[in-house]
């Protein structure tokens, strides 16, 4: 990713006093941004070459539990450490944090120095690597949809999660006046970010009370989910430092709508778009309809990367906006993929299925592997769906729960193909691991529905 520090520039304000921390940081299975704070004089000494973290890291859940069942890593093993490479080319300022500079890292074997497999960016570079083999480049932007609240998450947690209050009182889409009262958090997130060279396109009310978009302009594929994993933790710190809380679950009430990550993506060669063909109906070039017949045809396959967690799939409800049907169809976003900028140079496709809980890594990663089969074997691309697609009885259901995405994943020799093994089997335990916990607990609902009436 293109940083706006280069190293030599670094030491050059370290040693002036400009920064005296620097965020060493990598993305763990969950998306989150894990590391180190440093000094920056030993960073730019030193551990600018790399530094090392346990790795227990890239196998533990939301709540930093370690589950057992990890090829990779386990009390048996010892949890030992990785290596934290630093890119040196994401370096950044971070401006809502005093004197504070952040680099992101790739994680390598501590032994071989080759990359871990199963970590994300990894994860990520494989597919890219694969795409320019065949002389592509992909390019790509999310959206961040996320919900704001009055209180903070301190409050919030010590209330036990009750009594929520989204910082709105009605639907924002779109509405300059509610926004407006929010700017007091979006305006430094999108100033800070912007400062910090991220892209940043506009903010947005979004379909809900208090529910906010971010859109960051569309990138390199690598570049796109490292924007968008320091944007995510960015609305979080700063929502914190104004007294409010953000979250990016993917359903935080069953009666509010979810929050989405939608993904835009198109392929590019020799700087020219490559899915464009003005002489072809919707200027959709034969090499974007095997990439899309591969991208709808295994999205049962890969919903796990889109859906990671058990309440990720209370989200995906007719009449919401979050679709239920692997399909696609002309800029109706009743469709599982949409296809935008019909006719033009940005002609692409956009996944709705994601939401705003996903690793952004493992999404692009997924969906990448799934394009490549599709030109690999060029597929064909069946027409496109019209009308309302929650009612279309024909059309390919995505799968509803965590449990049948997992087995969806664990059964699928195309992912194992473009993947490998060993990535497979350590993503289908962490869904595995998710259902358990989820299992076990006794909910206030079955307790409310069942105490005295069971």
Known sequence: ?????????????????TYDT??????????????????????VETSFNETHCCNYLLATDL?????????????????????MKPDLGTIRPVPWLEGTAMVLCDILDHHTHEPVPHSPRAILKKQIARLEALGFDAMMATELE???????????????????????????????????????????????????????????????????????????????????????????????QHGRAATFLSKWHHDRVGSSSHVHQSLWKDGEPAFFDKSAPLGMSDLMRHYM?????????????????????????KGTFAPTKTVWSVDNRTAGFRLCGDG??????????????????????????AGIKGIEDKMTLAPATTGDVYEDAKAGDIPQTLRKATETLRNSAFLRGAMGDDVV???????????EEYDRVVTDWEIARGFERA
């Not at 940043?200 to 796109?224: F, H, M, V, W």
């Open 344 to 369: 033009t140079k940005g002609v692409r496709v956009e996944c709705r299925i994601g939401g705003s809980d996903l690793n952004p890594y493992l999404a692009q990663a997924a969906m990448l592997a």
């Open 146 to 240: 996320f919900f704001l609240f009055e209180q903070s998450f301190d409050d919030i947690r010590k209330s036990g999660f009750r009594d929520m209050q989204p910082i709105s009182g009605y639907n924002e889409d779109y509405h300059i006046l509610q926004t407006t009262k929010e700017e007091g958090v979006m305006r430094p997130i999108r100033n800070h970010l912007f400062a910090a060279g991220l892209p940043i396109e506009n903010s947005k009310g979004e379909a809900e009370t208090g529910q906010e978009e971010l859109n960051i302009r569309y990138a390199p594929a690598l570049d796109c989910a490292d924007h968008h994993s320091i944007a995510k933790h960015a609305v979080k710190e700063i929502a914190w």
């Open 63 to 83: 709540e930093m539990a370690t589950p057992d069942g990890y090829a990779s890593t386990s009390w048996e093993k010892g949890y030992g450490d990785y290596v």
């Open 293 to 317: 017949a591969g991208l709808i045809a295994y999205a049962p396959d890969y919903t796990y990367f889109l859906a990671p967690y058990v309440n990720s799939y209370k989200r995906f409800a």
């Open 425 to 435: 089997d350590h993503y289908t335990r962490a869904a595995e691991w998710e259902q």
């Open 22 to 43: 620097v965020l060493v940081c990598f993305v763990d299975m969950q998306g989150r941004l894990m590391g180190k704070r440093f000094h920056a004089v030993n960073f």
């Open 1 to 17: 990713m293109p940083g706006t520090l280069t190293f030599d520039q670094l030491k050059t304000d370290v040693a002036s006093g």
